[in-house]
Nanobody
Framework: QVQLVESGGGLAQPGGSLRLSCAAS????????MGWYRQAPGKERELVAQ???????NYADSVKGRFTISRDNAKNTLALQMNSLKPDDTAVYYC????????????WGRGTLVTVSS
């Protein structure tokens, strides 16, 4: 019903920057929220940042002030600008979209790997 494809992952040095992108397609409702989650080896998947269709944002405390989430509703794309990267940011980053219809339904991308190492 909804397909999500992440891109932009790679290797960055501590203190460096990366920009992740997510392209959404399919049955995307006007009332929706998109977000970035990440999962490191041996760890649970955790919320990084989310943004509603109206532009309201929420960030994990660990990334607040360093990461910026944004979206382009016309293109159905989502971005995550990651600055001042730390080794603890190393993880697979997943894009998520939630449609708010008569019931809320969430969809996930396959993920893109971010490695922060000197």
């Amino acid at each position: 019903q909804v397909q999500l494809v992440e891109s932009g992952g790679g290797l960055a040095q501590p203190g460096g920057s990366l920009r992740l992108s997510c392209a959404a397609s399919g049955n995307i409702l006007s009332n929706n929220a998109m977000g970035w989650y990440r999962q490191a080896p041996g760890k649970e998947r955790e919320l990084v940042a989310q943004i509603t269709s109206s532009g309201l944002t929420n960030y994990a405390d660990s990334v607040k002030g360093r990461f910026t989430i944004s979206r382009d509703n016309a293109k159905n794309t989502l971005a995550l600008q990651m600055n001042s990267l730390k080794p603890d940011d190393t993880a697979v980053y997943y894009c998520k979209l939630t449609n708010y219809g008569y019931v809320a339904r969430s969809y996930w991308g396959r993920g893109t790997l971010v490695t922060v190492s000197s």
